[in-house]
Nanobody
């Protein structure tokens, strides 16, 4: 049974930083690309960042390039999202999910998400 447990969210001031973690289990995590999505109130869920199975390649949404960094520790079955220079528009619930090797296909597995609120 696939389980995805996101953590690390919270309230932060604009310009601040947060590090999100996603503990994955129930599948061979090291065999899958992984991704972070986010969903703001009244908006569709959007892809934020993705990383290949071995961590050698990453993709980012234009809105977070240069500010966010996705990484993974396959020994710990954990994926991270380091978020710097946070803006109010980054406020959303953040989710991780496995991806296909094309870095596009997702399988519909979602955790409970972690809330990130950027506000002064």
């Amino acid at each position: 049974q696939v389980q995805l447990v996101e953590s690390g969210g919270g309230l932060v001031q604009p310009g601040g930083s947060l590090r999100l973690s996603c503990a994955a289990s129930g599948f061979t995590v090291s065999s899958y690309a992984m991704s972070w999505y986010r969903q703001a109130p009244g908006k569709e869920r959007e892809l934020v960042a993705a990383i290949t199975s071995a961590g050698g390649s990453t993709n980012y949404a234009d809105s977070v390039k240069g500010r966010f960094t996705i990484s993974r520790d396959n020994a710990k079955n954990t994926v991270y999202l380091q978020m710097n220079s946070l803006k109010p528009e980054d406020t959303a619930v953040y989710y991780c999910t496995p991806m296909g090797p094309d870095m596009t296909t997702i399988y519909g597995y979602w955790g409970q998400g972690t809330q990130v609120t950027v506000s002064s």
